[in-house]
Structures are given as structure tokens and as C-alpha cells.
């Protein structure tokens, strides 16, 4: 905490800082955001998330020195702004390698293993709270962890953290605490053993609210008709555009209603290979469906 008594973050893997903005909002103070890609970087300098320049560090987490550019603005906070110490951590690690949704992965147990990155800066500055998101296969997942064995991450966080941290795991759907569409996360958070007597894990999972259906989300919106048309008052809502044949595959579909499921093969998702028509795979349940209007998005 600092000296005018504000909570502090560091986030780690942050991409363009939207995960861990929540924090922001709740009028924490990030110390220290790292992200590998710098356009992503821009995107929190954009938007004020670190108090001072030095807090935005671009560069591998894996490397020593990038971590020293870590450690150098913590304790320039404790020296500038009288913290005692970190409160929380986040760590939102690439999930590629983990994800259902990524049907081009290969062998990711090294990106998988950057998990241990996290838990290595952890020990080093043991903060008061820590808070891991990823997918829902999050834990089950083999990472290779600080002793070189090969141990699911749960097994991992477990291993290196448990002494320090009462900690404690679910699996979410984060359509039931807010979130605009059906996202079903991995929530890990630690608390440490000197706080175990005033605070658990389970105080800090968030509070249920109402789902929100499509409608609600996006149902004001402005009716955009063609490909590439932009709203001129919000230039991210736009009509993607897609190859004009594709508008058949989708046209008559009523909700609920897959392109895959149309009887005939000429508004299928498809290809022409040798004058013939060949149906593309059906690799995710949501491509080319018309979603219902009063229920939840899919992610």
C-alpha cells in the first residue's frame, strides 16, 4: 500500500492491459506492467496505466534482465512511494498452447512453462496476494517446472507456492460475473500466510450478476448492412469484411441456425476443388450460426 494508502499491482503478460484494467478502475496503483509485443505496450501507455514511465517494461520475462527492470521500479517504490511490499500479482500467462480453441497447436509445453516465470518472480517478492488467469484447461496442463520436471501446472504452483499461500482454484464462466459473452476461465488466487487470519481465497472470487443476453449488449447498435461499413460515431463497430459469396452460406439462416446444417450443399461453407464442390470441416460449433438474440454470445 502506498503512502496515501492506494493498493499496488504488477502485471505480468499483460498484452494490451485489458485483463488486469478492472484493477485500475478499482483506483489501484500499477508499479510495473511487462509485455513481450511494444504495440501492445502502447496501448497502456494510451491509457495512463502506470504512474511513472519506467513501470512499462517491454522485453522477454524469461530474461534476467528484464526481470532486473521489474525488480528496479519495485523498489523504487518503496524507496519514492514508502511501500512495504507488493500488494498483488497477476499473471495472465499466453494460453495458445492450452486453449481448445487453438487447432493449430502443436508441442507448447515451453510456452506453457512461461506459468513458471510467474511463479519464479512471486518467490522473489512474495506479495501479499497473487491472482493467475487462463482457459479452463488452465491447471490440468504439463508445464516444465524449476526443478526440470515436467508437472501440471497445478501441480507446479502448488509445489513452489504452497508454503508461502493459502490458495484456491475454480473454474468459471465469467458470462455469470459480467462479462458480455460465454467465457469460462480459470481463476487461481493466493493469499499469504500472514493474512490467512483476515482474509481467504474464497473472499476474493468475485460476486454473481445477471447474464446479459446479445441483445442487451449490442442490440442499440447502429444496423450496418454492407462489408466494411463503419459506424461514424464508433469505429469499432464494423461489418468485417468477408468474400461476397459467403452472404449466401448465412442469408437464410434463423436463429440457433448452422450454415453447416443448410440441405443444400451450395450454402455450406465450401470450396471448388476440381469443379466440385468440397464442404469445409466443421471445426468450432460457432462459425457460420446465427446466434440467439436473448441469450448469452459465445465467446
Known amino acids: 500500500m502506498t503512502k ?4 499496488t499491482y504488477i502485471s505480468l503478460f499483460s498484452s494490451a492491459g485489458v485483463g488486469c484494467y478492472g484493477f485500475k478502475m478499482e483506483d489501484f496503483e500499477c508499479i510495473a506492467t511487462n509485455e513481450l509485443i511494444e504495440r501492445r505496450l502502447n496501448v497502456q501507455k494510451a491509457n495512463n496505466k502506470c504512474k511513472y514511465e519506467s513501470g512499462y517494461i517491454c522485453g522477454d520475462i524469461t530474461l534476467n534482465d528484464t526481470k532486473k527492470l521489474l525488480f528496479d521500479e519495485i523498489d523504487k517504490w518503496k ?3 514508502k511501500i512495504d511490499n507488493v500488494d498483488v500479482v497477476i499473471a495472465t500467462p499466453p494460453c495458445q ?3 481448445v480453441a487453438n487447432l493449430k497447436k502443436k508441442n507448447e509445453i515451453n510456452r506453457n512453462s512461461l506459468i513458471i516465470e510467474s511463479i519464479k518472480i512471486i518467490n522473489e517478492i512474495k506479495p501479499k496476494f497473487f491472482v493467475f488467469e487462463n482457459v479452463a484447461a488452465f491447471l490440468k496442463t504439463a508445464c516444465i517446472d524449476v526443478d526440470d520436471e515436467v508437472k501440471s501446472i497445478e501441480e507446479a504452483i502448488n509445489y513452489n507456492l504452497s508454503n ?6 475454480r473454474v468459471l464462466n465469467f458470462k ?3 462479462s458480455n459473452s460465454s467465457r469460462t476461465r480459470t481463476l487461481v488466487i493466493g493469499v499469504k500466510n500472514d493474512y490467512q487470519n483476515f482474509i481467504s481465497p474464497i473472499d476474493l472470487f468475485p460476486k454473481k450478476h445477471r447474464v446479459k443476453t446479445l441483445k442487451s449488449v449490442i442490440g442499440k447498435m447502429k444496423r450496418l448492412n454492407e462489408f466494411g461499413e463503419i459506424d461514424q460515431n464508433d469505429i469499432y463497430h464494423f461489418f468485417r469484411i468477408y468474400p461476397e459469396h459467403m452472404r449466401n452460406w448465412i442469408h437464410d ?3 440457433g441456425e448452422s450454415a453447416f446444417d443448410q440441405k443444400d450443399d451450395n450454402k455450406k ?3 471448388i ?13 460457432d462459425k457460420y450460426k446465427r446466434q440467439y438474440w436473448d441469450k448469452v454470445a459465445p465467446c
Request: no cysteine.
Open 4 to 7: 496515501d494508502n492506494k493498493l
Open 79 to 81: 524507496k519514492i512511494d
Open 269 to 271: 461453407p465450401h470450396t
Open 253 to 255: 439462416l434463423k436463429e
Open 176 to 178: 455469470d460475473y459480467g
Open 97 to 99: 498452447g492450452i486453449s
Open 164 to 169: 508461502d499461500y493459502v490458495i484456491m482454484s
Open 273 to 285: 476443388v476440381d469443379g466440385k464442390i468440397k464442404i469445409n470441416a466443421q471445426k468450432t460449433g
